[in-house]
């Protein structure tokens, strides 16, 4: 259940980068790059133990874009929950 609900935290994430208000490509690319490595985790996590870095990652990037972007770090702060929730 919560590897669903990440997905669909996740599918949210790539909706609001689609339609935001105006990010740099720094930023935008560091977004890309941060659903990919979940993206990578979800699909090795039942091999391997999780990546302690891919949580790092998540929390930094909602301190970045906490300011100016709310919305986009609610749903940063639901994936962070989530994986919290699946022990990551």
């Known amino acids: 259940m919560p590897s669903q609900e990440l997905h669909q935290q996740l599918e949210s994430l790539r909706d609001q980068l689609a339609n935001s ?3 740099s490509e720094e930023e935008r690319a560091s977004l890309y790059m941060l659903t ?3 993206e990578a985790q979800l ?4 091999a391997e133990a999780p990546d302690a870095s891919l949580v790092d990652g998540v929390t930094l990037a909602v301190e970045r874009f906490e300011a100016d972007h709310p ?3 609610g749903t940063l702060r639901n994936i962070l929950q989530s994986l919290a929730n699946m022990g990551i």
């Open 21 to 23: 208000p105006p990010l």
């Open 71 to 73: 919305t986009l770090a």
């Open 36 to 38: 990919q490595d979940i």
């Open 43 to 46: 699909a090795r996590q039942a």
